[in-house]
């Protein structure tokens, strides 16, 4: 499948651009180019009633199956919803592990009940949730998943006991994924189940972490006893991995675009930095902004051809590539930011933390090549599934 834009889809490129001017100001516009990775702590609440408001225009789950309550836009469509909105300065999202993660895994893999039970929250931009799937010994190797699930005696209810640890958004969150073992005795891959948990709950502890930028948008999770009912397990017991790893592949998803869309704004913000500081005067500096604008061009490129392939959860071998791409290109654009600035990116604002976007830029790219598969992981998945090198060797199956 190609993906292109006709006629009518550019009208409605024009639809969501004036959708997000309308609506994207007044109180909402101190979240234009806000939120997002490095700087989900600002505005929760704000951009909690903003998802609300993206609802009730009908933008949540776009690219949702109607039956699931969604627009079933073609995929050209999402494409362009999404760059719109990144192209507007949309916040960042702070439903988008419901709509691009859950939502996709609960219509593969969810029973009807749970569809309409669990569904309609995130469309309506009022359930956020949360990814409980690393923990202190289980983060690369993530089938060392050491968190417990057992059945209570009436068989009602899970038992959740263990910790989870770079808990994106716990804090927020009112629903979380967990990746736990049901199976006693079990290792690897085998015996772990996918279940879902409601967060409010005293037996949950959440402690955030504080990160390079100051700020804390990811948390350790403690559950103790944890109660979740039967009916919040997808799949059957001992399905866990296979359904955890169909959700990563749901990451590669059509949001890619909009992220796209963010690191375009960036460069253009860094190229008007070079021209007005006389950084674009530098031909090293020139060459790599030219370099930048070039691998940015290859990302979009790369994305379309991923976005053709069907989108249920598989990864094939563009998508392989994709997570290193991006996260090494942004590496880049990070010190190339602080490069351009000069001996300004050493001068903060004012006080501790008070970093401006590309200062917070340069910091938190250095967590693009470690979540969602570290660089190195993501040169082994390339290494033995893309091109059929021997298997790295493991101490386990
Ligand atoms: C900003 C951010 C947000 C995150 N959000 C979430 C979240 O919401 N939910 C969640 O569950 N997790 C989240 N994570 C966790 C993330 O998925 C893990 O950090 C990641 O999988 C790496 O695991 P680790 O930190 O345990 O590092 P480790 O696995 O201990 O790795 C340490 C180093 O060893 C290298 N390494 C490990 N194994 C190999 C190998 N076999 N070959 C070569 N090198 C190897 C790694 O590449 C890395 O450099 C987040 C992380 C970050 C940084």
């Given at each position: 499948m190609k993906i292109g834009f006709n006629a009518d889809d550019e009208a409605f490129r024009q639809t969501v651009a004036a959708w997000m001017e309308q609506h994207l100001k007044g109180d909402f516009a101190p979240l234009r180019f806000r939120g997002g990775p490095g700087d989900e702590h600002s505005f929760p609440e704000e951009r909690k009633a903003w998802e609300r408001?993206?609802?009730?225009?009908?933008?949540?789950?776009?690219?949702?199956?109607?039956?699931?309550?969604?627009?079933?836009?073609?995929?050209?469509?999402?494409?362009?919803?999404?760059?719109?909105?990144?192209?507007?300065?949309?916040?960042?999202?702070?439903?988008?592990?419901?709509?691009?993660?859950?939502?996709?895994?609960?219509?593969?893999?969810?029973?009807?009940?749970?569809?309409?039970?669990?569904?309609?929250?995130?469309?309506?931009?009022?359930?956020?949730?949360?990814?409980?799937?690393s923990e202190p010994g289980a983060g690369s190797d993530l089938a060392n998943v050491k968190t417990r699930a057992v059945l209570d005696d009436s068989g009602e209810h899970w038992l959740i006991s263990g910790q989870k640890v770079w808990t994106s958004l716990a804090h927020e969150a009112d629903w979380c994924f967990v990746l736990a073992r049901t199976e006693p005795g079990s290792s690897g891959h085998h015996g772990l189940s996918f279940l879902l948990v409601p967060m409010a709950q005293a037996s949950i502890r959440v402690q955030p972490i504080q990160q390079l930028t100051g700020t804390s948008e990811f948390n350790e999770v403690f559950f103790d006893q944890t109660p979740t009912a039967t009916a919040n397990l997808v799949g059957k017991p001992g399905d866990g991995w296979k359904i955890a790893m169909a959700l990563l592949g749901f990451e590669r998803g059509v949001s890619t675009l909009g992220q796209q869309m963010q690191f375009h704004n960036e460069l253009d913000e860094i190229i008007r930095i070079a021209k007005d500081n006389g950084a674009a005067r530098d031909p090293i500096l020139r060459q790599r902004i030219a370099q930048a604008w070039a691998g940015l061009k290859v990302l979009r490129y790369n994305s379309l051809r991923m976005l053709s392939g069907p989108q249920d959860g598989s990864l094939r071998k563009e998508a392989m590539i994709y997570k290193l791409a991006w996260s090494t290109w942004h590496l880049e654009l990070g010190k190339l930011a602080m490069d351009v600035l000069g001996s300004e990116a050493e001068i903060l604002d004012a006080g501790p933390y008070a970093l401006s976007r590309l200062q917070s830029l340069f910091l938190f790219t250095r967590a693009d090549t470690i979540y969602g598969g570290s660089n190195e992981i993501q040169r082994n998945i390339i290494a033995e599934r893309a091109l059929g090198m021997p298997r790295e060797p493991r101490l386990r199956g």
């Open positions: 408001l993206l609802a009730s225009g009908g933008w949540i789950g776009v690219g949702w199956a109607p039956e699931h309550g969604g627009r079933g836009l073609s995929l050209s469509r999402q494409v362009i919803f999404h760059e719109e909105y990144a192209r507007a300065g949309g916040p960042g999202r702070m439903g988008h592990i419901g709509e691009g993660l859950v939502g996709p895994t609960l219509a593969a893999f969810g029973t009807t009940e749970q569809q309409a039970r669990l569904l309609p929250g995130i469309l309506a931009g009022t359930q956020f949730w949360c990814q409980g799937y």
